[in-house]
């Protein structure tokens, strides 16, 4: 695996230094060098892009009040969106695993020809083809990395979330279902309140809104009443 590890770091390297585009006629002159000039912005871009939804969206656009309007249907829903991005990640572990064969296999193609059939043209054309094979499956593994990385960052912040609801919790942490017949009554009563107010015209978009506008109000006001 820490050979696996080096390759990887070298895509990534090889990558923002543009080696994929480079002697190809997919781009000019040009746009080579206009890509080159923000190379170090790309390579930033990539470390510090959020591929999931952080931890702001969570609160408000996952867990709006209307939807989810007590401290238990919260914490419910937190436990849920943190198993999906679990599962997602033993997936994603699996799709590595995977891959890592694929490049096993490749190499061992690439490594036969060379000490078989290094002069031969159509070898020649054959470790062409592979070591393109080996370059996208590698970056491919890159891309898994990354968005595994991504999935632990929510699993967490979602572990924060639980963290903060534990303590407000009215019903416990035993049974899923205890919370739902107060947490259903108030979620209908605001959605009731939203048909008398403005009919019933588009009632999903105009509760999505409303909620997203209320829970974010709710958010802002607890954030600096923190500070």
Known sequence: MKE?????????ELSFELEPLQN?????ETQIQKLTEIKGELATSFKKLELGRPKYLMEVSVLKDMKFPTA?????QCILERNIQFQNL???ALDF???TAELEGVEAEIEEIENNHPHNRKAKAQLMKL????KRILLQMLMLKKQAQERYREI????????ELRPKLKYGEDNPEEHMPESFLLRFAHQKQIIEQIGAADMDGAMNII??????ARYWKEKKEKK
Do not use: C, H, N
């Not at 696996?4 to 990534?12: F, P, V």
């Not at 070591?131 to 080996?134: G, L």
């Open 4 to 12: 696996i590890a080096k390759q990887l770091k070298k895509t990534e």
């Open 24 to 28: 190809l006629p997919i781009l000019d």
């Open 72 to 76: 238990d249907a919260k914490y419910w």
């Open 90 to 92: 033993l997936f994603e």
């Open 97 to 99: 695993q995977e891959k």
């Open 131 to 134: 070591d393109v094979q080996r």
């Open 156 to 163: 967490m912040a979602w572990t924060d979330l639980i963290k």
């Open 211 to 216: 909620s997203l506008g209320q829970t974010a």
